[in-house]
């Protein structure tokens, strides 16, 4: 559990801060539920004597009701000191939501990756007698491969606008796309750290995705022969296939109290996938194919 998270969800709170009231009532009828049973007593008989005394004379008697002014006093305090106690209590038996004031910045800083190529050309004269009047054709075979990197790079900035200090968990998630597929794109790597900041204070981060790769390989196959049941001329083939992943996207979360309230993302589909936890665990998990030597 990260600084800052609450061991209980919201419906648990409310259930402590019900159990809390509850015991809190007890408690305090258990000191003064005789004080609280005089208390409307009293009230009753000094509403009685006031009615009472103004249906004889028909006016209020002043002299009847001002001795009873100081018992419906002790009453009414009697009452407000049961107010505050169960409000006490409600307090002391939940951990309520605190008030947070972190704001999060996210800016892209790089992307991309080195890249290179390699290839290999294998040429072979023929001419050798295979007999029955027949030799061996010239042949020429070439390859090439492009691998191409891919990677980003963010700056994150955490801000406290209050006055306090503030702690949170920062998520980080990135997203790659595997190419040539028709599949969904996943999320390949992810993390998260817990913060604390300053009262006005803010905490800078980099956050750095592992490089993932794309490859484009072509081959070619040139002959000068024929071919010996058609007579066709073999001639020259080529062939290219593509593979590796690349960087699709990412998400920056910052989490208080075990919900995301700053979030930031590279699509606005991304952003909404990160605003539910449910959609965020559903979200495809894999991993990059192995980079080429």
Not at 61 to 89: K, N, Q, T, Y
Request: with cysteine; proline share 3%.
């Amino acid at each position: 559990m990260g600084a800052g998270e609450s061991p209980f969800s919201v419906r648990e709170r409310l259930e402590l801060v019900r159990n809390g009231l509850s015991l809190s009532l007890f408690i305090f009828l258990s000191l003064y539920g005789s004080e609280v049973e005089e208390g409307a007593r009293c009230v009753h008989t000094t509403s009685n004597h006031a009615l009472s005394a103004t249906a004889r004379r028909g006016f209020l008697d002043r002299a009847a009701v001002l001795p009873h002014r100081e018992e419906m006093r002790d009453c009414i305090s009697l009452a407000l000191m049961a107010v505050a106690f169960l409000a006490l209590g409600g307090l002391c038996a939940a951990q309520l939501p605190t008030n947070h004031s972190l704001s999060l910045s996210v800016n892209v800083t790089a992307t991309g990756g080195a890249a290179n190529s390699s290839g290999s050309v294998l040429a072979n004269a023929g001419g050798v007698p295979l007999g029955g009047g027949w030799v061996s054709a010239q042949t020429i075979d070439a390859s090439q491969t492009r691998v191409q990197g891919s990677g980003i790079s963010l700056t994150v900035q955490v801000r406290n606008l209050g006055r306090t200090l503030d702690s949170a968990k920062l998520e980080w998630y990135f997203v790659a796309r595997r190419v040539g597929s028709k599949g969904k794109d996943y999320m390949f790597e992810n993390d998260s750290q817990d913060i604390k900041v300053d009262a006005a204070g803010s905490i800078d981060f980099l956050l750095k995705s592992r490089l993932l790769q794309t490859f484009v390989s072509k081959e070619m196959h040139s002959s000068n022969g024929v071919n010996p049941n058609t007579g066709q001329p073999v001639g020259t083939t080529a062939t290219m296939s593509r593979g590796g992943d690349s960087i699709a996207g990412w998400i920056v979360r910052l989490v208080i109290d075990g919900k995301p309230v700053e979030i930031r993302a590279s699509s606005p589909t991304l952003e909404a996938v990160a605003r539910s936890d449910a959609q965020l665990n559903a979200f495809p998990r894999g991993s990059a194919m192995m980079p080429l030597k």
